[in-house]
């Protein structure tokens, strides 16, 4: 790929990589990192735009990592749009993409895979066996490939995040972990690259995921604290979406992500539903009055 001026220069050989980065450790500047599998939306760069707040030089890596997705999930029809990518990143001044290919990430002979724990195995990790495992690898080739200061992950992927924040410290990794609030559009449906997915009427059906964490929090400012009550409400909201299938819906410790019966503190409410064929998760933190 040739360099347009004003546009991220594009790495895809690890070497290559180290070789810009050592350069700019040797000026003694902080970097921090942006994971994403590319589609980006205004989510990715509310990230984009954190890092470039808190240190002196960003990182976005772009790859559609494979070993998170399941057999029938959608790896091949994932949205790949590179050079629409390049064009937000620019208005950013992002000096650099880290775009692997799938041999740079895992060659011949790769056989080593990251297994996190109990905040692990709930709810994502139930309904996508061994979508962490890819996560949690890729996630820690790429902290050791850029080595950054800090790196960035979004409040949607909640899970993810506490996955990635157990790994580090479980694992001494010497990154600091900014989880940045979720980024919503107008009418409050949170802002995914599998939006993209959705057909008009489907749209429109989807903010039922949203309809319901605000149910959720407006019970319980309410004084409702029995969890299954809230969970259960928050089911019949959305299963009034035609051809809403719900994977999971649940009132859980926002540290641990283990159900909670009585809300008793701060509680995530937390979602995954199929509309039409697209796959969508949300989350929102329930804050009780004292």
Not at 74 to 85: F, G, K, N, S, V
Not at 111 to 125: D, F, H, K, R, Y
Not at 248 to 263: C, F, G, M, R
Request: hydrophobic fraction near 40%; charge should be negative.
């Amino acid at each position: 790929m040739s360099y347009q001026p004003g546009r991220p220069r594009v790495v895809t050989k690890v070497d290559e990589l180290r070789d810009v980065l050592r350069a700019v450790r040797r000026e003694g500047r902080t970097i921090g990192l942006v994971p994403t599998m590319g589609a980006l939306h205004d989510g990715h760069l509310s990230l984009v735009r954190a890092s470039r707040e808190e240190c002196d030089y960003t990182v976005v890596s772009i790859y559609v990592n494979p070993s998170q997705f399941g057999p029938s999930e959608d790896l091949e029809q994932y949205p790949r749009t590179l050079e629409a990518d390049l064009d937000a990143l620019a208005e950013y001044e992002t000096p650099l993409v880290f775009a692997p290919t799938n041999d740079e990430v895992y060659p011949d002979g790769y056989a080593t895979w990251v297994e996190v724990g109990s905040v692990a195995e709930p709810l994502e990790g139930e309904c996508r066996p061994g979508h962490f495992r890819g996560v949690a690898t890729i996630v820690l080739k790429l902290f050791n490939m850029v080595q950054p200061d800090v790196a960035y992950f979004g409040q949607k992927d909640y899970q993810q995040a506490q996955v990635i924040r157990r790994m580090v410290e479980d694992l001494n990794v010497p990154i600091a972990i900014r989880v940045c609030p979720i980024v919503r559009e107008p009418d409050g449906l949170a802002m995914s690259s599998r939006n993209a997915y959705l057909s008009p009427a489907e749209r429109h059906r989807a903010l039922v995921l949203w309809n319901s964490l605000c149910l959720a929090s407006e019970l319980v400012a309410g004084g409702e604290r029995d969890a299954a009550v809230v969970a259960e409400r928050m089911r019949d909201v959305i299963l009034s979406a035609e051809d809403a299938r719900i994977d999971y819906v649940a009132l859980v410790d926002p540290d641990t992500l283990a159900p909670v019966e009585a809300i008793r503190g701060r509680t995530l409410a937390v979602l995954a539903v199929h509309v039409g064929q697209t796959r969508l998760i949300d989350n929102r933190l329930l804050e009780p009055e004292p």
